[in-house]
């Protein structure tokens, strides 16, 4: 009885706004110091990389690919995104400090290296995001690929009339052997998202704005919930996300990565 009267408040605190948000707000105060940290390591990396680039890569989408010693995969990462039908597009390959392999020649795909290894996703591809200039992001992690129609898909409804600001599309998901596991497809809802991990960046294409950054929090493979839940919930605070229930991204449930098994 004790036991019960003491999990009450928690489990209040549950029901009024979902599990997710409170572990991340916990979240941000444990591990606050890392952020600051790494946000200054992030600015630097910027600013190194940015001189070193003649002019800020541009085109009307720019797709972030963060990687780490995975030649093979990101190799077919890039090709899945440089095959792309929609053609204005810029691919930067943002490696966290393992050095860069050798990638296809191609006047769209641009790849730079950290100085060193951070270990969390979230500076690697804010890294990417700040050294492109489009009018909408996208995202695709180096053990991940896209069917050549995702990005079409995705501006079709970004670009339609009355058109939200953030879409994010099924999500295949596949085992290491190659076959199907299932498809993921929920409708985004806001209070739903609260109680449930079902959001991918690797789904998602946003139009560009300073709320388009990932969490510089540090976060193990134990602490949940990840940054790709935490920039989709927190920019549709302020902006209309859609689901577009088609699986364009075949997501590999990765036992060596950093996965989430929803």
Do not use: C
Request: charged share 30%.
């Amino acid at each position: 009885m004790k036991r019960r009267l003491l999990r009450a408040p928690w489990t209040l605190l549950k029901a009024l706004f979902g599990w997710l948000v409170l572990f991340e707000a916990r979240n941000k105060v444990l591990l606050a110091p890392s952020a600051v940290r790494l946000r200054r390591l992030e600015d630097a990396e910027t600013r190194r990389l940015a001189a070193d680039l003649p002019a800020p890569p541009s085109a009307r989408v720019a797709t972030v690919i963060a990687t780490h010693r995975r030649p093979e995969a990101v190799r077919a990462a890039v090709r899945s995104a440089l095959d792309q039908t929609v053609r204005d597009q810029v691919v930067i390959v943002v490696d966290d400090g393992a050095g860069l392999p050798e990638l296809p020649e191609d006047p769209r795909l641009f790849a730079v290296s950290l100085t060193r290894n951070t270990g969390v996703a979230g500076v690697v591809r804010n890294v990417g995001i700040r050294l492109t200039r489009s009018r909408y992001v996208a995202f695709l992690d180096d053990d991940n690929l896209w069917e050549p129609d995702h990005l079409e898909r995705a501006l079709a409804v970004l670009e339609s009339p009355g058109g939200p600001d953030g879409v994010y599309t099924a999500l295949r998901r596949v085992l290491p052997d190659g076959s199907e596991k299932d498809v993921l497809s929920v409708p985004y809802d806001r209070r739903r998202a609260a109680r449930e991990s079902f959001l991918d960046t690797n789904a998602f294409v946003a139009r560009r704005d300073r709320s388009v950054r990932f969490s510089r929090l540090r976060r193990t493979p134990e602490v949940m919930p990840r940054e790709d839940w935490e920039l989709i919930h927190r920019y549709a605070r302020g902006h209309r996300v859609l689901h577009v229930p088609h699986p364009t991204v075949r997501y590999l449930v990765n036992p060596a990565s950093f996965y989430t098994d929803w």
